[in-house]
């Protein structure tokens, strides 16, 4: 397996956020959907390079639905008054 493992620091670096977001979201139980996924080594997480540039993409893909999505007829806000 050549594969790289990166660490939470790493992941924070490449998605240019800080070591503490990562283990917030992680307590939060959103791996996988607002990180990629991982796997633990003992009491490390490490984030397979695959899932990483997997998830990237799903994200990027995602944005584009959704832009594509936000070009339609916005909205309107509406306020409830008692």
Request: proline share 4%.
């Amino acid at each position: 397996m050549d594969e790289k493992l990166y660490t939470t620091e790493e992941v924070a670096n490449i998605l240019r956020t800080s070591a503490a977001q990562i283990h917030n979201i992680l307590s939060r139980g959103y791996e996988g959907t607002e990180l990629p996924k991982s796997i633990r080594v003992g009491r490390r997480r490490l984030w397979p390079e695959s899932e990483i540039k997997s998830w990237i993409s799903a994200q990027l893909m995602n944005k584009e639905a959704n832009e594509f999505k936000s070009e339609s007829k916005p909205q309107l806000k509406t306020i409830n008054r008692i």
